[in-house]
């Protein structure tokens, strides 16, 4: 039994290879095909005096041949591998796209304040060039204490003004407070106080010294809306005037300033200084007097 199989085996990998091997030569097996039709057309010889019907026989006896040749060879190659495992077939396939990183959550940058903008417009300024918007514009948990109150507009180096802008509308306003200084000062700190009216909230705050130098807060104490700017240690202010200034809105209608005040603490190498007052109209005629 096992010299049969080792024959049989022997005899199909023959013929596995003998199909695989074996190519028919169609062509030339059409070309004798052509070349009987031509000599049965061809007058003269005795090859044209065979009758028709056997000129015919033998075509469709060639082409018979040529039929049972290929019949043959298929027949051989399924005989030769039908026990043949089937070969394993591979799939490619394209990986998973991958997503892309989201772009958009980048944070937005600070809205900048531009003086003069038009009226009625939140991000309008007063005397200073390039006024930036503070960081911070909501009420602060942890805001400093209030400073006492300075009715001097004047103190050694500095000299200070309060005004409502005039850009300020019947839903919103905006508080400048204007200092000048005549030596470097080390240490700074302006505080604005805004009354409760009714609907007084934070819409924003800037100044026209540099952000990073201060730390800002901005939260509601004892009826006021407290703004306060205080320069961090290590930096200075030059000489020169500057522009802090509060926005908010407020309820319909035009707003009395007369409860609000502002206080500025500033210090020279040698000295300091303390100036404030209130946002009142002043009379022209009591300060001429």
Do not use: C
Not at 51 to 60: D, E, N, Q, T
Not at 213 to 233: C, N, S
């Amino acid at each position: 039994m096992t010299m049969q199989r080792d024959v049989q085996g022997e005899l199909r990998a023959r013929l596995h290879g003998a199909a695989e091997a074996y190519e028919p030569n169609r062509e030339r097996i059409l070309a004798r095909i052509e070349r009987g039709m031509v000599e049965q057309e061809r007058p003269g010889g005795h090859r044209a005096t065979r009758p028709v019907l056997w000129g015919w026989a033998r075509i469709v006896s060639a082409t018979a041949a040529v039929a049972g040749m290929l019949a043959v060879g298929g027949y051989a190659v399924a005989s030769a591998v039908k026990d043949d495992p089937p070969r394993p077939q591979t799939v490619a396939v394209s990986p998973p796209p991958v997503e892309s990183p989201d772009a958009t959550s980048r944070p937005p940058a600070s809205p900048r304040a531009t003086p003069g903008a038009g009226s009625g417009g939140k991000d309008e300024a007063g005397p200073s060039s390039s006024p930036t918007r503070s960081a911070q514009s909501r009420p602060s948990a942890s805001a400093p204490a209030l400073l006492r109150a300075v009715d001097d507009t004047e103190d050694g180096p500095l000299w200070s003004d309060g005004s409502v802008d005039p850009h300020s509308n019947d839903f919103w306003a905006q508080s400048n407070v204007t200092f000048k200084t005549s030596e470097q000062l080390t240490a700074l700190t302006v505080q604005l106080k805004v009354a409760q009216t009714g609907g007084v909230s934070s819409a924003g705050a800037w100044r026209s010294l540099p952000e990073g130098d201060f730390t800002f807060t901005v939260a509601e104490r004892d009826g006021f809306l407290v703004y306060t700017w205080a320069l961090k240690e290590g930096r200075t202010v030059p000489k020169g005037e500057w522009v802090f200034a509060g926005q908010y809105d407020h309820d319909r209608g035009g707003r009395d300033a007369k409860d609000d005040s502002y206080v500025i603490v500033g210090a020279a190498p040698d000295r300091q200084a303390s100036v404030g007052g209130t946002f009142a109209a002043r009379d022209d005629d009591e300060d001429d007097s």
